[in-house]
């Protein structure tokens, strides 16, 4: 059986948490001795996501995905145990909690930032995005006649179906003064942000690249 990740790939199942491959290597079904490794690789795993700077609740989230992809395992007769059930979760503490920025503190970034980071902030402030979906917008998901950002949440449209995996923002008056001050663009799929779109595919085929190694082979070209 291949590893894990990649097994369970279908809508209505689990999907293990990205870098658990990493962790984990090759799992099979068979064999004490690889499940045992797998079950200090999930708790290795767990504990990299705190060592990265993630929160206790992200690596106890991590961890519940993978006992639910590993229940599914049991259930389809792949696995007669579940490695990790016996993995502990990571205490969680109300010193967790973010506080968002200041109007005072944003408008010192943006004073500091340039012109595609300006934009960066007022969609991270005035729509809530994600660094990294802000990154990737193209002129294709901007309306400014119905001031409108259509677009695809990286974090949440996997567990959505069909026309619910688009989520629509109207835009802030901010925004709207920002973009329509644009240099404008004949070809949909430019991205709001070249620069920083572009470092984000450098970033994304790296990180590709480094999961491929960790699980002993490349990536596919087709994805």
């Given amino acids: ?35 045992g490794e797998c079950h200090e690789g999930i708790g290795r795993f767990r504990d990299a996501q705190t060592t990265e700077g993630k929160t206790a609740s992200t690596a106890n989230l991590a961890v519940k995905i993978l006992r639910a992809a590993f229940a599914s395992a049991r259930r389809l007769g792949l696995s ?41 902030i007022l969609l991270g402030y005035r729509s809530g995005l994600q660094l990294n979906d802000a990154a990737q917008l193209t002129w294709e998901n901007v309306d400014l006649a119905a001031r409108t950002l259509i677009f695809r949440d990286a974090k949440t449209s996997r567990r959505k179906k069909g026309w619910k995996k688009d989520t629509t923002h109207l835009l802030h008056p901010d925004l709207v003064e920002y973009l329509g ?43």
């Fill in 181 to 223: 001050g644009l240099q404008a663009c004949d070809d949909p799929l430019a991205p709001l942000f070249p620069s920083l779109h572009e470092a984000g595919e450098r970033r994304r085929i790296e990180q590709r690249l480094q999961s491929a190694d960790g699980e002993g082979g490349r990536p596919r070209a087709d994805g």
């Fill in 80 to 120: 007669l145990t579940n490695p990790a059930e016996g993995v502990s979760l990571r205490e969680e503490t109300d010193t967790e909690e973010r506080n968002p920025f200041t109007l005072p503190q944003v408008g010192e970034l943006m004073a500091a930032a340039d012109d595609e980071w300006r934009g960066m």
């Fill in 1 to 35: 059986m291949a590893g894990v990740v990649g097994t369970f790939t279908r809508d209505d199942e689990p999907l293990p948490p990205r870098g658990f491959g990493l962790s984990c290597g090759r799992w099979r079904a068979a064999g004490g001795r690889e499940r």
